[in-house]
């Protein structure tokens, strides 16, 4: 079964406006924990009920597909909310993963109990927690899920003997499991976050994503936004696209709504922000060095059990960093188009100086340079990022000959069977939504992918399951009509909710 995409972090401790979906009351912690209670009483029904570590059961791995955590999210310190750049090495991931998961203890728990329970997690690493590739970092969260996991297990069945406890631990800890870019299941599904398809948060070396520092995580476009921008407009809501990818007058209208009277400033954290991001790209580019790619290619075949010469099919795939793109960044934080208005106001000063009678043409030169720009080249749509996505999942189970493909990242599910190959999305259980004051979620249903093999299958044996949604507290079928996307306001009203459905999981016993 997997997930993705919660990011959970550092909890927002003030209570206004600023940042609600980072306050406790909207973080998605025990809607997430009652679910994976349900996942475990449904496991104990197709085993007959038996409980215990080593008891005979269905056997259940939890992949927590990417984004689990957001590191690029303010730290909170003293009581307040700091944004960042710290550099993404150990020594400050750690803390922050640390406090993350001190924040979320309903979270850590829940987790635990299926790692008591005798099953497996999979931690997947993402483009916001992408520490989860520092072998620091992997500690401190395998540390707390045994602890959690210990807890779980003295609660139900008493403390154990002191001279037990050490392979108990050691037990707990070989089921907390950590993947740098994909995991591959012994009957062929391949799960993976899908970062690395979008040009915005990639990485050239996935195993090992460090530039020329060593130790310290290289930035991508998504990294330095999250953190240098998005993270400086807390009236904007970074799990909601439409949020804050919105037109000019959107953003007009924003800033007379939020910021015309307070003390904060919406056009200088922007300029200030997408001008960083452009120079910290510049000024880290790393060109790509064919001896670090074969060995991250070679961790990865190592770490995942994978053919090598799939794993270089797979990373084929990869799309350009955006750190090749400079011209896409630029049209992306609209700093081609302060250049255009620049030179069209240069030149319109040079008309004007040259030929004092030709105001009305120099006035409009700016303008017109704009628009011509504007048609000429048009700016890329994040639907078709997304979609570029969810075509590199083809090309992926091409490379491995997989039974099935999972991604997240792009927060929309998806989920469909293709020659008997399964294509999903995870989607997202993130503090999603449409209103700046958190009242209206934009996930009517949250979405889990469920795939069963049979006990001990091979290569070529059936999968069945698929898309499932969670909600009113049980699983049911996944409908299309219940896909948590973003759509215009009118379009949300008109949606209609989907009726109650027998259990999901009851179909897949079957």
């Known amino acids: 079964m997997a997930i993705s995409d919660i990011h959970l972090c550092e909890l927002e401790p003030t209570a206004g406006l600023w940042m609600r979906y980072r306050q406790a009351p909207y973080s998605p912690d025990g809607e997430i924990a009652a679910m994976l209670d349900a996942l475990r009483g449904e496991i104990r029904k197709g085993a007959g009920g038996l409980n215990g570590l080593n008891a005979p059961r269905d056997e259940l791995t939890l992949v927590l597909n990417g984004d689990i955590f957001d590191l690029d999210a303010p730290r909170v310190l003293d009581n307040e909310s700091v944004v960042h750049d710290l550099p993404r090495t150990a020594e400050h991931a750690v803390p922050a993963m640390e406090a ?35 072998p620091e970092v992997r500690d ?12 779980a297990l003295s609660a139900r069945d008493g403390a154990p003997p002191a001279s037990a406890a050490p392979a108990l631990r050691a037990a707990l800890a070989a089921r ?50 999250s953190r240098l921008l998005v993270s400086r407009m807390g009236y904007f809501n970074p799990h909601v696209d439409s949020s804050f990818m919105l037109s000019g007058l959107g953003y007009l209208a924003h800033w007379a709504r939020y910021y015309l009277f307070t003390g904060r400033s919406l056009v200088l954290a922007f ?33 995942t059990g994978a053919p090598f010469p799939a794993v270089v099919k797979h990373a084929r795939l990869f799309a350009r960093p955006a750190e090749d793109c400079l011209g896409r960044v630029a049209r992306e934080l609209w700093l081609d188009r302060l250049g255009l208005v620049l030179v069209g106001l240069v030149a319109a ?50 490379a491995h000959r997989a039974k099935a493909v999972v991604f997240g990242h792009t927060h929309n599910p998806e989920g469909s069977w293709e020659g008997g190959v399964f294509f999903g999305n995870t989607g997202s259980w993130s503090a999603a ?10 996930f009517e249903a949250r979405p889990l992918v469920w795939l069963r093999s049979e006990e001990g299958a091979g290569p070529e044996a059936p999968l069945s399951g698929g898309l499932v949604m969670w909600k009113d507290e049980r699983f049911q079928p996944w409908r299309a009509d219940a896909r948590p996307s973003v759509p215009r306001k009118a379009e949300i009203a008109k949606r209609p909710r989907p009726a109650l459905r027998p259990q999901a999981t009851a179909a897949l016993r079957s």
């Open 433 to 442: 939504f449409e209103d700046i004051a958190c009242t209206k979620p934009v």
């Open 140 to 151: 401190a969260v395998k540390r707390r899920l045994v602890e959690a996991a210990l807890h």
């Open 349 to 398: 000063l040079a008309c004007l100086c040259w030929m004092p009678a030709g105001l009305a043409p120099a006035v409009l030169l700016a303008p017109t340079l704009l628009v011509a720009y504007e048609r000429a080249i048009p700016k890329p749509t994040l639907d078709a990022v997304w979609q570029g996505v969810n075509q590199a999942a083809r090309r992926v189970a091409r």
């Open 100 to 134: 993350i998961l001190r924040d979320h203890p309903v979270f850590v728990a829940a987790v635990g109990r299926v790692v008591a329970d005798g099953h497996t997690v999979v931690f997947v690493a993402g483009n916001h927690d992408i520490q989860l590739t520092l």
């Open 271 to 303: 300029a200030v922000g997408a001008l960083r991001t452009m120079i910290e790209l510049v000024r880290r580019r790393d060109p790509c060095r064919r001896a670090l790619r074969r060995a991250d290619l070679g961790a990865a075949a190592r770490e």
């Open 176 to 225: 907390v499991l950590f993947r740098a870019w994909f995991h591959r299941t012994h009957d062929g599904v391949i799960v993976e976050h899908g970062n690395q398809y979008d040009s915005y948060c990639c990485y050239r070396y996935p195993m090992a994503p460090f530039g020329r520092k060593p130790g310290e995580i290289q930035p991508t476009m998504g990294s330095l936004v």
